[in-house]
């Protein structure tokens, strides 16, 4: 607050010290009689024209930091900005991964699932068709069923 305050301080200083320089070198005590009391009007006016080239300089310095300042806020915010997308990207790749994961999984316990029930089906088949008919080729079917069921136990 403080500083917004003093800001202002160098050109209120300088408008001040234009309008004292302009009475100084264009009025005298006829046109205000305040002007009187000054002895040498000229030498305040020199005076005051070099204190209002310094005031220009201080307002020209205040006015530059205050310019840095807010391009410094600006790319700040901006940066901020950028880091926030970027979180924002992240977070969502890292969603569609987890989906994918989840997708693959699934579609992994389906597949065991459909591979599980032709397996189960065939022994079926193959039982059901030895029982039917004990012939030397569905007693070929049933046995290759089995092995079937041996090798690929883990799945059951």
Known sequence: MWL?????????????????????????QTDFEFLGF?????????????????AALANFGVEWNRRNRETDRLAREAQRRIEEEQRRIEEEQRRVAQEREARNREAETRERQ???????TRCRIAEIQFQLDRSETNRRNLSEALALLREYGELF
């Open 4 to 28: 917004n305050f003093l800001a202002l301080v160098p050109s209120t200083l300088l408008t001040v010290l234009l309008i004292a320089i302009a009475f100084l070198r264009f009025y005298d």
């Open 38 to 54: 000054i002895a040498h009007p000229r030498i305040w006016s020199n005076q005051c024209t070099v204190a209002a080239i310094l």
């Open 114 to 120: 459909i591979s599980r029930t032709r397996i189960q």
